[in-house]
């Protein structure tokens, strides 16, 4: 269950309240306010919160570049060209709170992102909910043997359901278990913040995650990239979603050139000139790794 039913009743009780303000407001934000998207199995996001839109950023940036922003004719092409040459100041002056429902093993990798404001359920005063991440068929996969980070080919048959089985049994051992110590029946019963020690990674957590739109690209930008861990990027996905309605504008900028625009080192702009002049450049005499040649390859094609 993505919400209880505490939380839903609060969602409706503050959907059915609407309130007028004075403050910039963005229509498409605003449709998804206290909405709960589900992600994975057992997980959400929603928008607590948001500040600003796209002519906040706009208007930070004709503050402070003044007269240099003359030559940019509209809203749009401002934005773009901000995006364009890298100058995030005005990206900053938006932000957005979110209420993430996601299993813990994606809460570790999720909190790298260090420029954001975190607070996360806690099981040192409450009992985390008997909820657990238990992935579709089709997104167990072999280790890839050429990333180390990364999945190879689907398990099937035997091996597949295997890996469930387990899955799905230690996940309600742990938790059996859990209650068990935490049990006040006959016995003192263990503090919570020591019981939690004996829970899997694929339990859910819940958190709020605070952070203004310059970093947010840059968590989406890698999160929501196909190399991404898949149960991290489709909160990345939904997310990009949200974003898209909120600041139309910038997301349009950011997809061109971010999640969609491809970044070369000095290496290879050189390889990609020399193939222009019409040389035939291999691995062996582009100057490159293995790696970095597999990559150009994935992009510019043999």
């Known amino acids: ?82 995006m364009r040459h890298w100058h995030s100041t005005p990206f900053e ?18 909190i790298r992102h260090r420029t954001a404001n975190v607070n996360e359920y806690s099981a040192r005063y409450s009992i985390l909910d008997r909820e657990f991440y238990i992935p579709a068929p089709e997104q167990l996969a072999a280790q890839s043997k050429v990333n180390n980070q990364g999945r190879g080919e689907v398990l099937s048959g035997d091996e597949a359901q295997r890996v469930l089985d387990l899955l799905r049994e230690d996940s309600a051992r742990a938790y059996d278990h859990y209650e068990d110590m935490l049990s006040q029946d006959g016995q003192q ?60 504008l910038a997301y349009g900028a950011f997809e061109d050139y971010r999640l969609g625009g491809v970044s070369l080192s000095a290496r290879g702009v050189e390889v990609l000139r020399r193939r222009l002049a019409g040389e035939v450049v291999t691995a062996e005499n582009s100057g490159m790794s293995k790696g970095e040649w597999r990559e150009f390859e994935g992009v510019w094609g043999e």
């Open 189 to 248: 019963g263990l503090a919570r913040e020591l019981a939690r020690m004996n829970l899997p990674a694929n339990i859910y957590t819940q958190w709020y995650w605070k952070t203004d739109l310059h970093n947010l690209f840059h968590f989406l930008r890698l999160r929501a990239d196909a190399h991404a861990q898949y149960e991290i990027r489709v909160y990345a996905e939904a997310m990009c979603r949200i974003v898209a309605d909120w600041v139309p």
């Open 93 to 110: 002056m938006c932000e957005v709170k979110f209420h993430v429902k996601l299993p813990v093993f994606v809460a570790r990798q999720w």
């Open 1 to 82: 269950m993505p919400l209880t039913p505490e939380q839903q009743a609060q969602i409706d009780e503050d959907r059915s309240a609407p309130r007028p303000t004075l403050r910039a407001v963005s229509e498409g934000m605003e449709r998804h306010l206290y909405v709960a998207h589900p992600v994975l199995d057992h997980g959400l996001v929603r928008v607590i919160d948001y500040m600003g839109d796209d002519g906040a950023i706009v208007q930070a940036a004709r503050v402070s570049y003044g007269r240099g922003t003359k030559a940019v004719s509209n809203d749009e092409g401002l934005i773009r060209y901000l």
